[in-house]
């Protein structure tokens, strides 16, 4: 992208951006994969467009708890820093766990990117309104913790765009996407432990069925 965008990006707020659709936004995100990224969809609607965007053994689903999508996706970075990873939250869930941009920030990451669907509402619990309804702006917010890299996405283009620098380019980044009230594309597959596993073998940290590599990830003692 260039400079001079970049400078109108930072002027951006949530009242200026298009309100687009997760379900179509994902699979824009699923087509432009092409490195075994990992990609970690936080809980709810949010999984459920990742799994219906076509699986991968590189996804984790995460099922049960609000806003650990980010701190998830920052390990996994952490741990791989050869591989890029993507974590998809919503507005709900990262406002309940705001601190993990903070520790995003001072882990000093360069291959993660955060993914926020800010529908205004905690959608999938009856859409009872957050906070991003009253004025709180998560790439405000996200600047003051520590992601500089931090933008609204104006359109399908910007996100594209901005999504391709994402995967490339050190961050840590975080896009903020404005979504709308439509429903997920389907509804993942509720098996906790096998989504584990196939996530460990997905980033090889565990071998392939009928091997014995994955003994060493029970429990211990
Ligand atoms: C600690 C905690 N509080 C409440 C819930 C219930 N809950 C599950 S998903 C959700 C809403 C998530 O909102 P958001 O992240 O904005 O996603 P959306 O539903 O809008 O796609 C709530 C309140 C929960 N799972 N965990
Ligand atoms: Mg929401």
């Known amino acids: 992208m260039e400079q001079h965008s970049d400078i109108k990006d930072t002027m951006l707020s949530r009242a200026d951006v ?26 709810g609607h949010t999984n459920f467009d990742l799994w219906a965007a076509g699986h991968r053994p590189q996804n984790f689903y995460m099922l049960g708890s609000m806003g650990l999508a980010t701190a998830i996706g920052l390990g996994v970075a952490l ?59 998560l790439v405000q917010t996200a600047r003051g913790l520590g992601i500089a890299q931090s933008a609204w996405v104006r359109d399908e283009d910007d996100f594209d765009a901005k999504v391709a620098r994402a995967l490339t380019e050190d961050g840590p980044w975080l896009l903020c996407v404005r979504t709308d009230d439509q429903p997920p ?32 990830y029970g429990p211990k003692g």
């Open 18 to 43: 298009k309100v687009m659709n997760r379900s179509e936004l994902t699979r824009r995100l699923k087509g432009m994969l092409k490195n075994d990224e990992a990609v970690v969809g936080g809980i």
């Open 185 to 216: 594309a389907g509804v993942t597959d509720r098996d906790p432990p096998q989504i584990r596993d196939r996530f460990m073998r997905g980033l090889g940290v565990k071998g392939e069925w009928g091997t014995t590599m994955g003994a060493d």
């Open 79 to 137: 741990a791989q820093p050869q591989r890029r990873v993507v974590a998809l939250d919503g507005d709900g869930s990262l406002l309940m766990q705001l601190g993990t941009l903070g520790t995003v920030h001072a882990s000093g990451v360069k291959n993660l990117a955060i993914i926020i669907w800010d529908n205004g509402s905690y959608q999938i619990t009856g859409s009872q309104p957050t906070l991003t309804e009253s004025g709180v702006d």
